[in-house]
């Protein structure tokens, strides 16, 4: 987590990352409409969570050398991505309170939290957002983990 705020002058945005074989885009990515591939479990120390990817941004130390190396510069780049978290509810659970008896324990039912900034090496794998409106009921969000994600050998 950032404790301070960065110097501008040395923070670019980006707007596709490739970890493994998942391509990933923020939800300011205008040009995926139909894929979403903004919403994500990430690991933060012991706990798993769920989130939605505002943008990614990249942090670039301050050079350690004299500042002619503008190409081949040995400073590090920290790259982070702001994530509306998506936490999960507990009033609802579809493994008890399902009528059909479906298996459905890689659907999680969440709610919008804080946006926090988090490291890119902390996400794990993409998953699946539905989201629920109906007129008379207030809306309720689900998250799905694709489950060949949790099949263990």
Excluded: W
């Amino acid at each position: 987590m950032l404790k301070y705020i960065l110097d501008s002058k040395k923070v670019l945005s980006y707007t596709r990352m490739k970890k493994g074989q998942e391509v990933f885009h923020p939800s300011a990515y205008r040009k995926v409409s139909v894929r979403n591939s903004y919403t994500v479990l990430y690991r933060f120390g012991e706990n798993t969570n769920f989130g939605q990817m505002l943008y990614f941004f990249q942090y670039k130390a301050s050079c350690p050398g004299t500042g002619s190396c503008l190409f081949n510069c040995t400073s590090l780049a920290f790259n982070y991505t702001m994530i509306q978290e998506l936490s999960p509810r507990y009033d609802l659970n579809l493994v008890t309170d399902n009528p059909g008896n479906l298996h459905l324990s890689h659907v999680i039912p969440v709610a919008k939290g804080s946006k926090k900034v988090v490291p890119l090496s902390y996400l794990v794998t993409k998953c699946v957002f539905i989201s629920r409106e109906e007129p008379e009921c207030d809306p309720f969000d689900f998250v799905a983990i694709f489950p060949n994600k949790l099949e263990k050998d």
